[in-house]
């Protein structure tokens, strides 16, 4: 006989834990099955340890700098398996925690791979058997996983994926990173401070697509200081790989080059984890590998609901959690619930110098048909910035100019990551540009520079 509950989760990353920890806070009997790690790609093998890593690059950049700051350091070097083995442990801790959590919260966990049998049915095969679940409502949490790419495969020996970068069988040399959204240049990043000889290549006609031009263009002139190579509209058309050595054949402008590498990232996008999930014979629609839903999460099948990854786009933790929780509250029977709005959650990239945005571009913004007041703000103008050795970067928000609206901000430059996180609050809150040109900001901050962009915006600006 079936084990019942009102709520099964099926994926145990940033937006299923969520929903079923959300869940269990409302009363809901809840259980959640996973196929692999606790805390899913974020935790295990994407956001967590990937920042661990380009922590160390951090350091290990900032200690290649010591004299810039009257300090004198000898013998500068890294160990790889140390860093990589730092970055372990820190997704293990995370890892393990989110079992404490799923306990804490009295959550049922099941360890396995889950097939929907039918409406309110879920099979588990598990280390033991097969266990037999039921519930009203389920919540499809699957995420996403690497895209390949015929000829691009990742071997684990040459041609990598992000899981073999981050648990790397040898330090490249001559590293070719193939994409530029936020994973390959992470990794670009990382393995370029690091020492490597690093080119980039992007089909699109500018690296960080999904940016602001303005910002993509900015982070394109700081990669190439760093010695960076990067070549957009080009496409690797094929891989020749060798016991040492790739040779990759690269269209550009309709002429096919050929260059060696001995290491190749593929970071090409993902593909939704939508296979023998037994969503065709539920009816579920799927799109392009991901499940089609509307603003609530609803699949259009009655109690079956899809978050995250597997949901499309943005592919992003936070995104993938705060849905869990809307998930969650809906089958709670609460009756204000608000849907998550994309246009309204940051994306932010940790390379060197680090990206961050919220809302629309300044060229999205014209396209949607808004009159729209631009402002601008170096780091060089800012006096945290200077001390701190970091006055490369700049901030830039676009407002409707009718209303004072926020439509988007777009950030470049160190700790954007967590500054970004002001003007996100600030969407939220609806806030206008008066609102913001009202605002105290402490001295000395980077987030100064916040509000001398919108200062800039409407000819205000002090500090430049």
């Known amino acids: 006989m079936a084990d019942t509950y009102d709520m099964i989760v099926i994926g145990a990353g940033p937006g299923g834990y969520v929903a079923a920890i959300r869940g269990a806070q409302l009363g809901l009997k809840v259980a959640i099955v996973e196929r692999e790690h606790m805390g899913g790609i974020c935790l295990n093998w994407g956001c967590i340890p990937t920042k661990a890593m380009l922590r160390s690059s951090e350091v290990f950049h900032l200690m290649e700098r010591a004299k810039d700051f009257g300090l004198s350091a000898e013998g500068i070097g890294y160990d790889l398996d140390a860093v990589v083995k730092r970055s372990r442990g820190v997704a293990k801790q995370l890892a393990s925690g989110v079992g404490h959590l799923m306990k804490k919260n009295k959550v049922t966990t099941v360890m396995g791979e889950a097939t929907l049998t039918g409406k309110g049915k879920?099979?588990?095969?598990?280390?033991?058997?097969?266990?037999?679940?039921?519930?009203?409502?389920?919540?499809?949490?699957?995420?996403?996983?690497?895209?390949n790419l015929p000829g691009l495969e990742a071997d684990g020996e040459r041609v990598w994926s992000y899981k073999h970068a981050l648990q790397p069988p040898h330090m490249p040399k001559k590293l070719l990173v193939i994409g530029s959204g936020a994973i390959g240049i992470e990794f670009a990043s990382f393995y370029n401070t690091l020492g490597a000889e690093t080119t980039v290549v992007e089909v699109m006609d500018r690296i960080l697509p999904v940016e602001d031009p303005e910002i993509s263009a900015f982070a394109k002139k700081a990669f190439q200081k760093q010695k960076m190579t990067i070549v957009e509209k080009a496409i690797v058309k094929q891989l020749d790989r060798e016991k040492d050595k790739v040779t990759a054949h690269i269209e550009v402008k309709g002429k096919v080059e050929t260059h060696e590498f001995d290491t190749v990232i593929s970071a090409v996008g993902i593909v939704g984890n939508v296979e023998n999930l037994g969503l065709e014979e539920m009816g579920v629609k799927v799109d392009r590998t991901h499940v089609v839903v509307d603003e609530y999460c609803r699949t259009g099948v009655e109690g079956l609901y899809a978050i995250g990854d597997i949901a499309g786009a943005p592919w992003l933790a936070h995104k993938a959690s705060h849905e869990?929780?809307?998930?969650?509250?809906l089958i709670a029977g609460k009756?204000?619930?608000?849907?998550?709005?994309?246009?309204?959650?940051?994306?932010?990239?940790?390379?060197?110098?680090?990206?961050?945005?919220?809302?629309?571009?300044?060229?999205?913004?014209k396209e949607m048909g808004y009159e729209v007041k631009v402002g601008r703000f170096p780091f060089i103008g800012n006096g945290k910035a200077i001390a701190l050795g970091e006055a490369e970067g700049m901030v830039k928000t676009v407002f409707d100019a009718k209303t004072g609206e926020l439509l988007g901000?777009?950030?470049?430059?160190?700790?954007?990551?967590?500054?970004?996180?002001?003007?996100?609050v600030g969407r939220q809150l609806e806030t206008t540009e008066e609102d913001l040109m009202s605002t105290v900001f402490p001295h000395p901050t980077l987030s100064e520079m916040m509000h001398e962009s919108v200062l800039d915006a409407y000819d205000r600006v002090i500090h430049i």
């Open 409 to 424: 901000a777009h950030m470049i430059g160190a700790e954007v990551t967590e500054l970004i996180q002001g003007y996100v």
């Open 335 to 365: 009756n204000d619930v608000h849907p998550v709005r994309p246009e309204s959650i940051a994306g932010c990239t940790y390379c060197q110098p680090q990206v961050a945005s919220v809302g629309y571009s300044e060229e999205k913004a």
């Open 122 to 147: 879920v099979s588990v095969k598990t280390d033991k058997g097969t266990e037999e679940l039921s519930a009203k409502n389920i919540v499809l949490a699957t995420g996403a996983r690497a895209r």
């Open 324 to 329: 869990g929780t809307m998930v969650a509250e």
